[in-house]
């Protein structure tokens, strides 16, 4: 049995898939078994990771009609056989040294049940944007999660089996296997798992330094999304509340205004000024801890929204012109 | 301190227990057992002192083996540093009637801090004793405990009451939930899961009082198949009302109630954190979910469950519990004998 499993959710991800598994099967650390699950895809997905399955005795290809992302990582869950299961999704990379870098950090580390890197940014062509995502490693605490998400992204992380069984369950009316992510959400699924995991077991969640995920950025579709983001990220809020009041109530008010400040950057980047400036008001409102804790990305979020509002886009430096979480 | 026994006399070895103000529940039914069992009486005395955690100095105790039921925080680590320095001599067991995966889970963000305080305080003593299997687990997991330190003791407030009651019959229609009103033992969960639950005649009733009392009164309001009652002199005779016991627990480290409701011959509807993972193994059902949907389903399968199967069912929870007052003792017995044979025994450092 190999010790780890890396589960790829691909969904129409022709243009990207090759490289991400070629990413994957040259990972430093070989005893691995790498399971795409395409989600139900109308392109040449399943065609491309079955060429890499015929190439590789450790690729493996599972089809399913469309459950999305949660759906597709709850398949891949299920048919893993190793001790350590990783994600990455089918437009990311995976550093050559990333899951060696894993394996010996949840070795050395047993109360460790969810291990992450940072993340460097790449754009549609898989050019580096000079970008990073250097989120807190170490002293992870569970309001650290919900504020900030160290884990960043859902290529990032590489738990322990023991750890995501501990928040299995089969809702009323799934038949056929366990969710670990919950499918009701076709957003904010990542931070609901992680949450859940930070407020339902004991296992820690601890980074290991570098950026060894390169992240790809789509410029495209960041304007409307926003709105079902947020409505997804208050369903986890009311979802997972129940679990823990006290900390709900102490902990949202802050932890949404990081994530209007998310969305208002979000809203920089697609070009939106209005809708930014709307939305980083609001953030401030809510809570002083993004302007206390950090104060140079706050107030350049506001002056980047108040630049695109009154004089548009063509007064922004590049970064923004694409985006940053 | 030293007695004189009269040379022909078996030396029964005296075991003190000692537990403080802030125990409740499943604790103090254990400690009465203790305290009133003849079978346990016959191989030592074991006798129950309520001390002050809060205290500096440890009290004159008359004893050969200490057995602490303490609960452990960082007010109560000076008690404990004063019992071991005072009695260096004797050996000495904790008993971890609290601390749990899902309770750190749940209370815990700092998580490493609370770690090393357990560690700490657990050093003092020759050997840890978990309530649970799965408790025991998650102490060695975590590496809070060794193994060859740890004990499984399995609580007990003795079950011969429950076992003499009838078999419930029939499908379930009186569900009880029984325990603390606190956050802990997710009768808020409960409720709103009861209130999806359609099952013609169907009742809930929720035993004992808590913190939660209005908040649960306030759940429940409007929908008349839901009751409150206090706690009975007679926990069996309460027992006798329902057909089914219900915990979706956040956290329990052992769950005296689910044995109960085994030996009673009820059925027995758990969350399976911690401790009650122990009774899914001797045959409890289990919700994994911890949404009301999630518990509405399951009420609403565990009342159509066919009545032939559910006796047997019943049956067979009864027989994997009836030997639960003699593995208590033996429990005992065996931590008794083994430290005052080694009182070195893996004492730690």
Not at chain 1, 101 to 124: K, N, Q, Y
Not at chain 1, 238 to 266: C, E, G
Not at chain 2, 54 to 77: F, G, M, Q, Y
Request: charged share 20%; net charge positive.
């Amino acid at each position: 049995m190999p010790h780890a499993s890396i589960i790829v959710p691909a969904f129409n991800a022709e243009a990207t898939l090759d490289a991400t598994l070629r990413s994957l099967r040259a990972q430093t650390f070989t005893d691995l078994e790498i399971i795409v699950v395409d989600d139900g895809s109308s392109d040449r997905t399943a065609r491309i990771a079955a060429d890499h399955a015929g190439e590789d005795g450790r690729v493996q290809l599972v089809m399913q009609a469309n459950r999305g992302l949660a759906g597709a990582r709850n398949s891949g869950i299920q048919v893993a056989r190793g001790a350590i299961i990783g994600f990455c999704d089918a437009d990311d990379l995976w550093r050559p040294h990333k899951l060696a870098a894993h394996v010996r950090h949840l070795a050395e580390a047993p109360a460790v049940g969810l291990s992450f890197s940072g993340s460097a940014l790449i754009d549609g062509a898989g050019q580096p944007l000079g970008l990073a995502q250097r989120p807190r490693l170490w002293g992870i605490r569970p309001d650290h999660v919900f504020l900030r998400n160290p884990v960043g992204n859902g290529s990032a992380a590489v738990l322990r089996r023991a750890a995501l069984d501990a928040i299995a369950w089969r809702p009323a009316g799934e038949t056929v296997r366990d969710w670990w992510f919950d499918e009701r959400f076709r957003q904010s699924e990542d931070i609901e798992c992680w949450l859940r995991l930070a407020l339902t077991s004991d296992w820690q969640i601890e980074g290991v330094p570098g950026t060894l995920t390169a992240y790809r950025v789509n410029p495209a579709g960041l304007s409307a999304a926003g709105g079902r983001q947020l409505a997804a990220w208050e369903r986890v809020v009311a979802k997972l509340a129940p679990l823990a009041p006290d900390f709900f109530a102490r902990h949202t008010p802050a932890a949404r205004a990081y994530q209007l400040r998310y969305l208002a950057r979000r809203a920089v980047s697609a070009g939106d000024g209005r809708e930014a400036l709307r939305l980083v008001l609001a953030s401030l409102r809510l809570s002083r801890h993004p302007l206390v804790n950090e104060p140079a990305k706050t107030l350049v979020t506001l002056a980047a929204a108040l630049a695109l509002r009154l004089f548009g886009a063509a007064v922004l430096p590049a970064p923004f012109a694409r985006r940053s979480a | 301190m030293t007695q004189i026994l009269p040379a022909a006399a078996p030396a029964r070895l005296r075991v003190v227990h000692l537990v403080d103000d802030g125990n409740w529940g499943g604790v103090t039914r254990g400690m009465k057992f203790l305290g009133r069992d003849a079978d346990l009486a016959a191989s030592a005395q074991h006798s129950v002192v309520t001390v002050s955690r809060s205290a500096l100095s440890a009290p004159a105790l008359e004893a050969d083996v200490i057995v602490s039921h303490l609960a452990i925080s960082w007010r109560a680590l000076p008690f404990l540093t004063a019992l071991r320095a005072r009695y260096a001599h004797l050996p000495m067991a904790h008993v971890e009637h609290s601390y749990c995966e899902g309770f750190v889970a749940g209370n815990v963000l700092h998580r490493l801090r609370f770690q090393t305080l357990l560690r700490s305080a657990f050093a003092m003593f020759d050997r840890i004793c978990s309530v649970s299997a799965a408790q025991g687990e998650w102490l060695v997991a975590r590496g809070l405990v060794g193994r060859e330190r740890l004990q499984v003791l399995r609580s007990c407030g003795g079950v011969a009451d429950f076992l003499d009651l009838p078999l419930a019959e029939g499908a379930p229609r009186a569900f009880g939930a029984i325990g603390r009103f606190d956050r802990q033992k997710g009768f808020d969960l409960l409720i709103e899961a009861f209130r999806r639950v359609a099952v013609p005649g169907a009742t809930l009733t929720l035993v004992g009082d808590g913190p939660e009392r209005g908040r649960l009164e306030a759940l429940a309001a409007g929908d008349p198949r839901i009751g409150f009652a206090g706690y009975s002199a007679s926990p069996a005779t309460m027992m006798r009302r329902f057909d089914a016991v219900v915990m979706p627990s956040r956290w329990e480290a052992y769950g005296l109630v689910a044995l109960e409701a085994m030996a009673a011959g009820r059925d027995l509807l758990v969350s399976g954190v911690d401790g009650l993972a122990d009774h899914v193994g001797r045959g409890a059902r289990l919700c994994r979910g911890r949404e009301a949907e999630d518990w509405a389903a399951a009420l609403t399968d565990l009342a159509a469950q066919d009545p032939a199967q559910a006796c047997a069912r019943r049956l067979a929870g009864r027989a994997a519990v009836v030997g639960a007052e003699a593995e208590f003792r033996a429990g005992y017995d065996r931590l008794v004998r083994d430290l005052s044979a080694a009182p070195e025994l893996a004492r730690a450092v």
